[in-house]
């Protein structure tokens, strides 16, 4: 198993609300990403990190922000959370240690707004 | 812009059987890297196999491995002797070159596949 670390696994919010997804890992890896996936569907990239105080947005489109101020800590927060929010949302990280160009993926944190 | 297409949305296989899964994709790249991700009910994705497309030898991983056509940009992943273990839903990806430093991956719709006993 990776050692990378999601919490919380799911959560049940209502609409308005700020909330917070913490993703950790302890492999030392540079790069952390975002994926935003629907049930029974791909993945779409929403953020990612090259390391510390880098964040970039990915190919989708989301409301939520990202920062990076540890190596190990890649927090993702709404703001004002909303149905359309409603989704899974997975962390991974890749690094040098490990095979390359691998990245290993947390647990996910299933999110639903009413 | 690359995309990558699973045309097949379920799949099924009995135990100690072989299934392929099928993946295209497009791009105007002559390098890139190629991925099976499987993604178990409730569990941690993980990578299955990795193909370089500058390699024409097509990678295998134990029960796993791969039919990489390069210029009919197809990329099939083949199971043998099916385990109920490998139920789960695979995605293939796709990583262009000039990402290999950012890591970012292009993911297909996926293929959830059913080993039955």
């Known amino acids: 198993e990776a050692d990378i670390y999601q919490t919380p696994r799911y959560l049940v919010i209502g609409t308005g609300k700020k909330i917070t997804l913490e993703c950790s890992q302890t492999m030392g890896h540079d790069k952390m990403y975002w994926y935003q996936q629907d049930p029974g569907m791909e993945l779409h990239l929403i953020h990612y990190?090259?390391?510390?105080?880098?964040?970039e947005k990915g190919d989708l489109s989301s409301e939520s922000t990202v920062s990076r101020i540890r190596t190990e800590h890649f927090p993702l927060t709404l703001e004002s959370a909303r149905p359309s929010h409603t989704s899974q949302y997975l962390c991974?990280?890749?690094?040098?240690?490990?095979?390359?160009?691998?990245?290993?993926f947390g647990p996910g944190t299933r999110l639903t707004v009413t | 812009a690359q995309t990558v297409t699973q045309s097949q949305p379920e799949m099924s296989v009995q135990e100690a059987e072989t299934v392929t899964l099928s993946c295209t994709y497009d791009?105007?790249?002559?390098?890139?890297?190629l991925f099976w991700y499987k993604q178990p009910p409730s569990r941690q994705m993980i990578l299955v196999i990795r193909?370089?497309?500058?390699?024409?030898q097509n990678a295998t991983e134990n029960r796993f491995s791969v039919n990489f056509q390069k210029a009919a940009k197809s990329f099939s992943l083949k199971i043998s002797d099916s385990q109920l273990g490998d139920t789960a839903m695979y995605f293939c990806a796709f990583m262009k070159p000039h990402s290999s430093n950012t890591g970012k991956l292009i993911f297909g719709q996926g293929t959830t596949l059913q080993v039955k006993p």
């Open positions: 791009t105007s790249e002559n390098n890139y890297y």
């Open positions: 991974a990280s890749s690094g040098r240690t490990g095979k390359p160009y691998e990245q290993y």
């Open positions: 193909q370089e497309a500058y390699k024409q």
């Open positions: 990190s090259y390391g510390v105080n880098s964040t």
